[in-house]
């Protein structure tokens, strides 16, 4: 029947054709690679016995677009193809229950027939399961699929040329990534990293530099911040002051003073919280707030360490971990 509206509604008695042969006919001459088989319009002539017309052309071609309609919006969407249209009808039947000879409610018949391409069509294909298990028992969940699969390949095989836009093959999504921002685990690993960049020597260059104040002598020190003290409101200095500064230190003896003062830099900066921020927004909320920091993974902070709002030292190198 779906070879009939194919073939622009002529019948053709259906016959079989053994490996290697070609052509449409039971005598067809043999070849290592069969050439493509034309139907529709390049029906044989004459017409083998017991062809005949069923429909007429018009019919035909009315009967394959309302197949085409069911496979683009209707039941038989499993049935679609890349690069080539198709058409055809699912079809979900009950079966007779042997023993109670009614219909049965548990046994059926999934079924889905379809032709391919649509408007010029080369291969009918008719898909028949019997009493099919699972879920879902209906032609367009279990046939239709199993005929997308074949045509494909016959059409490609065949080299059938495409009659519709080839997409890229689909893939099935994948599975999203189990994502835990508290694992211990890692955490403890963030913590690691921490501790071991913020204990190297003061000289690494994975150190970041830590701001310090430059050794000064005790004398010329004081003698500084006395002239500082000292200066006025708009800026002038007094006499005082000045002669303080440019007066040398009084030596007792005459080895040089090596007394030095270190002053180190007290103030502590609040580590901001940059959990769930991508790493240009990381950089810039570290940098905002004076600290540098160390990245590991890529994507979004899902740990960091120390923890939000901790109080740190200036120049101390935070660790945040990032993934997708």
Known sequence: MVSTIANGGVYLPPHVLMPGQVGNGPHADTAMHPEPLKLGEDLPDPLPPGAHRVISTMTAAQMRKMMEGVVLFGTGKPAQLNGYSSGGKTGTAQKIDPATHVYSKTMHIASFAGIAPVNNPVIAVAVVIDDPKGASYYGNAVSAPVFA???????????????????????????????????????????????????????????????????????????????????????????????????????????????????????QLKVPSLVGLPVRKVIEQAYAAGLDVHITGNGIVREQAPAAGTMVAAGTRIVVHCAP
């Not at 059938?160 to 685990?185: G, Q």
């Not at 921490?194 to 004081?222: E, G, V, W």
């Not at 303080?244 to 230190?249: G, I, L």
Request: hydrophobic share 35%; net charge negative.
């Open 149 to 267: 699969e074949v045509a494909q390949q016959v059409l490609e095989y065949l080299g059938v040329p495409h009659d519709i836009e080839v997409h890229a093959p689909r893939t099935k999504a994948l599975p999203a990534p189990n994502i835990v921002e508290d694992d211990d685990h890692r955490q403890g690993d963030v913590n690691a990293v921490f501790s071991a960049i913020n204990d190297l020597p003061s000289d690494d260059p994975l150190r970041a530099p830590t701001p310090q104040a430059a050794a000064q002598p005790a004398t010329l020190q004081a003698s500084t911040q006395n002239a500082t003290a000292a200066q006025n409101s708009s800026g002038q200095t007094s006499k005082a002051a000045t002669q303080a500064v440019q007066k040398p230190p009084t030596q007792p003896s005459s080895q040089p003073v090596t007394a030095t003062v270190a002053v180190s830099d007290k103030k």
